[in-house]
């Protein structure tokens, strides 16, 4: 592996999962970089979960604290997106750190649903007109 800005990037989204899930994300990465099943959803940017990942955000959440509420969970939603971009499993489509570290200073926008119904893959699948396009 040759180290680089993407490196760097995709290290942070590491991280950032693992303070999420509580433990180191391994499956969750594997699951990323794996062909796309034929039986799930799928976008051109993204890969879809696999059957044996949570689906749900807050499955995913580490289970030995209570799940967020409000701007909490709000914003628990936005380091997930960010962190699930950074591990991209094309190098060129991930953030940079200024772009990542641009989403971290404004105020997320709201949940479009409740955090118990948000899905993993509305965060891998997420557009919007104010989205960057490195989520695209």
């Keep these: 592996m040759k180290v680089n800005q993407k490196s760097d990037v995709y290290s942070f989204g590491v991280v950032t999962l693992e303070i999420i899930m509580g433990k180191h994300p391994e499956e969750l990465i594997s699951s990323l970089s794996s ?28 289970q030995r604290i209570p799940p967020p509420k409000s701007r909490v969970a709000n914003g628990v939603a936005c380091i997930t997106r960010i962190g699930l971009a950074c591990l991209n499993i094309n190098p060129s489509s991930r953030p940079t750190m200024r772009q990542v570290s641009l989403e971290l200073i404004p105020r997320p926008p709201p949940l479009e649903q409740p955090l118990s119904s948000l899905r993993l893959d509305d965060l891998l699948q997420y557009h919007s007109s104010k989205t960057p396009q490195f989520w695209i």
């Design 35 to 62: 062909p796309p099943s034929s039986s799930l959803p799928s976008s051109s940017s993204s890969p879809p979960l696999s059957v044996n990942q949570p689906a749900r955000l807050v499955e995913l959440l580490d």
